[in-house]
């Protein structure tokens, strides 16, 4: 499957690639939301892992706009934040987010979080 992976933070980018590429995914590599959309519109995808906290144009933005490109309205996306307060989580999915993953994240509940998220 084909992941993308929204993240300004190069190390945990690269974990994360590490983790699921040995579970065979390809992961995708966005610094931020405008390398995002770029992405997405280059490729089909499959999920988005989408950083929060993203320099310029926050996760929040990047996914509005996202879902607004053509083919990618049931995308799912997956909200990764070191805020992990309750409204942070009903904001998240309030705003259409499919998954809610804390960071810093366990591997072992990423991996079922993306399990959980992407297509049958």
Known sequence: ???LYVEDNAPNFQLVQRILGHDGHEVIHAPDGTAALVEARKQRLDLVLMDLGLPGMDGYETARQLRELPGTANLP???LTASVRDADRARAQAEGFAGFI???FRMDKLRKEVQ???PK
């Open 1 to 3: 499957m084909r992941i």
């Open 77 to 79: 996306i997956a909200a």
């Open 102 to 104: 804390e960071k810093p």
């Open 116 to 118: 959980r998220l992407l």
